[in-house]
């Protein structure tokens, strides 16, 4: 038996116009918001679509911009984003620039005339006239919030983790272990993520009096293959690091790959601290100690704000919130 409106009323106690209000679209109480957020999903409520995009005007469609469909840590957010969003009755739009500026613009002409209720945005270290192109969709009243990075020049909703205290806790352990040569395998130089992420690793041995070694630092732009090739360059040294530090998944993957062919042993032979927590670095013996990024949680808070944007409520616009990561600890670092 289908869920009516009438059916919601009576499980919260909310009165049925301001149920209705709120299914369609209209700003209410935030703790009214939260009890029928939480009875729509417990009772299966689910309204019909075109009946719906009729009656509001909506495509009832979310554009999510990312620069690659193979990134494991993207695509879990995106997971998380459509658990979030589905029970709204809202589909998700997937774009893919492929980390090409020019291309990103033609296909932001293309969003403009689908009438899309709002954008999820990677900004990926996008360098250029983006802010420009993102201004367009915020002047009409299309919501964006961007993820894992801001959109430099332009204030906007954001969600974010705490890049540098997540490096420096990281390097601050392998410090505490003994360590003093680690080698950090970095991301893009233009990042925003990887110059905070940076910053947490130097600021570490700052605060314990180390001195910073930067020729054991590795740009390989959170590339797998890249990684490759640097993590090789770094233990080609004569005097190679005692442990590295590759600080994005696709770095970790590309390290685990050359550490197999070089048949290195961990830990005995080098210590290794990863980054997320994901099916490549869950795959090896032993297990790694690793940064973890809540993604279930980023994608759950850029669809609640999202949802909070298209409701006509954009009191704390713009909005940024920071997550935490955590630091889980196994069996890849030796002390020494």
């Given at each position: 038996m289908s869920i009516t409106l009438r059916d919601l009323s009576r499980h919260t106690g909310v009165s049925l116009g301001t149920?209705?209000?709120?299914?369609?679209?209209?700003?209410v109480r935030e703790k009214t918001r939260e009890k029928l957020e939480a009875a729509i999903k417990e009772l299966g409520y689910k309204e019909?679509?075109?009946?719906?995009?009729?009656?509001?005007?909506?495509?009832?469609?979310i554009a999510v911009v990312?620069?690659?469909?193979?990134?494991?840590?993207?695509?879990?957010?995106?997971?998380?984003?459509?658990?979030?969003?589905?029970?709204?009755?809202?589909?998700?739009?997937?774009?893919?620039?492929?980390?090409?500026?020019?291309?990103?613009?033609?296909?932001?002409?293309?969003?403009?005339?689908?009438?899309?209720?709002?954008l999820i945005f990677f900004p990926s270290g996008l360098e250029g006239d983006i802010a420009n192109e993102i201004k367009t969709f915020l002047d009409a009243k299309i919501p964006v919030v961007a993820i894992d990075d801001f959109v430099?020049?332009?204030?906007?909703?954001?969600?974010?983790?705490?890049?540098?205290n997540s490096t420096f806790r990281a390097t601050e352990y392998l410090i505490q272990q003994g360590h003093r040569k680690i080698g950090f395998l970095a991301g893009r130089k233009n990042s925003f993520v990887a110059q905070n992420r940076y910053k947490g690793c130097r600021e570490?041995?700052?605060?314990?009096?180390?001195?910073?070694?930067?020729?054991?630092?590795?740009?390989?732009?959170f590339e797998m293959n890249k990684a490759r090739k640097m993590f090789n360059e770094l233990m080609k040294s004569p005097d190679p690091p005692t442990a590295v530090f590759p600080t994005n998944y696709d770095m970790t993957i590309g390290t685990l790959l050359s550490i197999v062919n070089k048949k290195i042993s961990i830990p005995e032979d080098l210590s290794l601290f990863g980054y997320d927590q994901f099916s490549g670095t869950e795959a090896v013996s032993p297990k790694l100690s690793l940064v973890v990024q809540p993604v279930d949680k980023i994608g759950k808070t850029a669809?609640?704000?999202?949802?909070?944007?298209?409701?006509?409520?954009?009191?704390?616009?713009?909005?940024?919130?920071?997550?935490?990561?955590?630091?889980?600890?196994?069996?890849?670092?030796?002390?020494?």
């Open positions: 149920v209705s209000r709120y299914i369609n679209g209209e700003t019909n679509i075109v009946t719906k995009a009729k009656r509001t005007g909506s495509s009832m469609t990312l620069s690659a469909l193979n990134a494991e840590f993207v695509m879990k957010i995106v997971e998380a984003l459509d658990n979030e969003l589905s029970p709204h009755m809202f589909s998700l739009l997937l774009v893919n620039f492929h980390e090409d500026p020019a291309y990103l613009k033609k296909r932001f002409e293309e969003l403009r005339f689908r009438k899309i209720d709002g430099h020049g332009l204030e906007t909703d954001a969600v974010v983790v705490d890049n540098r570490a041995f700052e605060a314990y009096d180390i001195p910073w070694d930067e020729s054991l630092v590795r740009w390989a732009d669809a609640e704000i999202l949802l909070k944007r298209i409701r006509g409520n954009w009191d704390d616009f713009p909005k940024t919130v920071e997550l935490n990561t955590k630091m889980i600890i196994r069996d890849s670092i030796k002390k020494i």
